[in-house]
């Protein structure tokens, strides 16, 4: 491969991966490495031409007030027009955000008045269980089911009840989904929109996910779906999960709603710090290159292979899981496992964790008996995870 996806980066001191770990009042077992598996970031270096384009800009030595440029904007317009397809796409369309989840807070402000019912599906991602409910909405779950194969879809009887029943005119929707890794088909969003149709249900859709598809799978934006969606959508993108810059800030919207956009800009500006900081805006520009484009291929085989193993690897312990078609996150399920065994989900997570295999608790995304666990780690670190639980979490 053209980049590096194999260095094993000591990332201690400057990722919450790792040095949240070190509070744990019980570490792992002397001896242990940490293998961080657990918060959705990368253990992988970025696309280079995003630290070039930082130092660069570094190299100037005045950082005071600025205008975004052009080009930040139009860099936004190319990727979408060749990453996912989109049409019609004008900088009038897009704003910026600090984050996604900010982002979806100042869009239900809009659409909702504080107790009104949400409709998000289960299992769900945990930030947006925690914003919904500190900004005091009510969340209305609509679970996923797994149909023959495993595949988790929508519920739309089940959505369609509740969408009635608690008088629903807002969904939080994630595409694709976090935690199952599902990307959704064409016929699945068109379903689920002529739902929110019906209902007069707007739509905020988290799409931050969407570059990192397995290959084989395609990212279909929910505004392309048809013009009733394009208009009732709010969609929400960013380069941090993608190219690995959670700490650096920043994403942007997508709304072609004339009323809606302008009322969820003024939104967005009334804290007064939702602005554009310039290492994002260069980080951006830098990202959407070509060289991007290259990048990201290649880290979604490398997902893939990671993915396939890690996979392989649990099922043969009886623990179930579909093959994610987006994310680098298995949304993996131990029910049988701990039936077979008798041992409880906290007990497995202690023992992975006793020699450094830190993995995340999948009831706090409403999974009953599952971890969530992030493989986007260089291969030699996702050998050594499951060669640790083969020997002291699978047979000890």
């Known amino acids: 491969m053209k980049y590096d996806f194999t260095s094993i980066l000591d990332r201690r001191g400057y990722a919450w991966a790792v040095d949240t770990l070190n509070d744990n009042p019980r570490p792992p077992k002397e001896g242990w490495s940490v293998i961080p598996m657990w918060v959705a970031d990368m253990s992988f270096p970025t696309c280079p031409t995003i ?3 930082m130092i660069a800009r570094a190299n100037h030595p005045t950082f005071g007030y600025f205008s975004t440029s052009p080009e930040y904007w139009n860099a936004i317009i190319d990727w979408q027009t060749k990453r996912n397809g989109v049409k019609g796409l004008e900088r009038r ?22 107790g009104d019912n949400v409709l998000v599906h289960s299992p769900t991602y945990i930030g947006f269980t925690e914003s919904l409910e500190n900004n005091g909405y009510n969340i209305v779950l609509s679970e996923l089911v797994q149909d023959e194969n495993g595949i988790y879809r929508m519920d739309y009887d089940d959505m369609e009840k509740k969408i009635k029943k608690n008088r629903i005119h807002a ?11 599902r990307v959704w088909e064409q016929w699945e969003l068109e379903k689920a929109m002529a739902i929110f149709e019906k209902y007069d249900v707007y739509v905020v859709s988290d799409e931050i996910w969407s570059d990192l598809i397995r290959p084989g799978y395609k990212h279909i934006p929910t505004q392309s ?3 009733w969606a394009r208009m009732h ?14 700490g650096l800030i920043g994403s942007y919207h997508i709304i072609y709603n004339t009323w809606l956009r302008h009322r969820i800009d003024k939104d967005s500006s009334l804290c007064h710090y939702n602005d554009i900081n310039v290492f994002s ?7 959407y290159k070509p060289e991007g484009h290259e990048w990201v291929d290649e880290l979604n085989q490398t997902l893939a292979k990671n993915v396939d193993y890690v996979k392989n690897f649990l099922e043969q312990y009886g623990v179930k899981m579909p093959t994610p078609e987006g994310t680098y996150l298995l949304f993996a399920d131990f029910s ?5 065994t008798g041992k409880t989900l906290d007990e497995i997570e202690q023992a992975m964790w006793d020699v450094g295999v830190s993995v995340q608790d999948g009831r706090e995304f409403h ?6 666990i992030n493989v986007a780690l260089p291969f030699a670190l996702i050998q050594e995870a499951c060669d640790r639980m083969e020997k002291y979490v699978f047979n000890d």
């Open 281 to 287: 805006q260069e980080a951006l520009i830098a990202a």
């Open 93 to 114: 369309h897009l704003g910026y955000e600090n984050g996604v989840l900010g982002g979806v807070i100042a869009a239900l402000s809009v659409l909702c008045s504080k």
């Open 367 to 372: 999974g009953p008996c599952h971890i969530r």
């Open 336 to 340: 049988e496992y701990c039936k077979k």
């Open 225 to 227: 779906v048809n013009e």
């Open 51 to 53: 630290p070039e384009a």
């Open 233 to 246: 959508t709010v969609a929400q993108y960013a380069i941090t999960k993608t190219f690995n810059l959670a």
């Open 171 to 181: 969904a939080v929707f994630c595409s694709p989904h976090n935690p199952s890794g």
